[in-house]
Nanobody, 128 residues
Framework: QVQLAETGGGSVQAGGSLRLSCAAS????????MGWFRQAPGKEREFVAA????????TYADSVKGRFTISRDNAKNTMTLQMNSLKPEDTAVYSC?????????????????????WGQGTQVTVSS
């Protein structure tokens, strides 16, 4: 059973930075794609970023490209999301997710339905 646990959420002023971590356990994640999604109040959950565990290939939502960086530490089974230049519109609950059978096409890594395992989420609040 795969377990995912996010840490690192909090409150920050616009322009600030936060670093989220996702600790993964229960399986060998060699072939997985791991992703970050977020859900703001009253809105649907949306894709943020994803990374392939083996190759390190990444893809980002246009809204965060150039500000957020996704990475992973294979030895620690940990994925991180470094968020810089945060904006009030980044306020949301951020969740990490794992896809054990990822598509070859990066575009599909943006699809919520591709992911089988989800963390509980961590709140990020950016004030203006």
């Amino acid at each position: 059973q795969v377990q995912l646990a996010e840490t690192g959420g909090g409150s920050v002023q616009a322009g600030g930075s936060l670093r989220l971590s996702c600790a993964a356990s229960g399986r060998t994640f060699t072939r997985y794609v791991m992703g970050w999604f977020r859900q703001a109040p009253g809105k649907e959950r949306e894709f943020v970023a994803a990374i392939r565990w083996t190759s390190g290939a990444t893809t980002y939502a246009d809204s965060v490209k150039g500000r957020f960086t996704i990475s992973r530490d294979n030895a620690k089974n940990t994925m991180t999301l470094q968020m810089n230049s945060l904006k009030p519109e980044d306020t949301a609950v951020y969740s990490c997710a794992a896809d054990p059978s990822p598509s070859l096409y990066l575009i599909n890594w943006r699809l919520e339905g591709e992911y089988d395992y989800w963390g509980q989420g961590t709140q990020v609040t950016v004030s203006s």
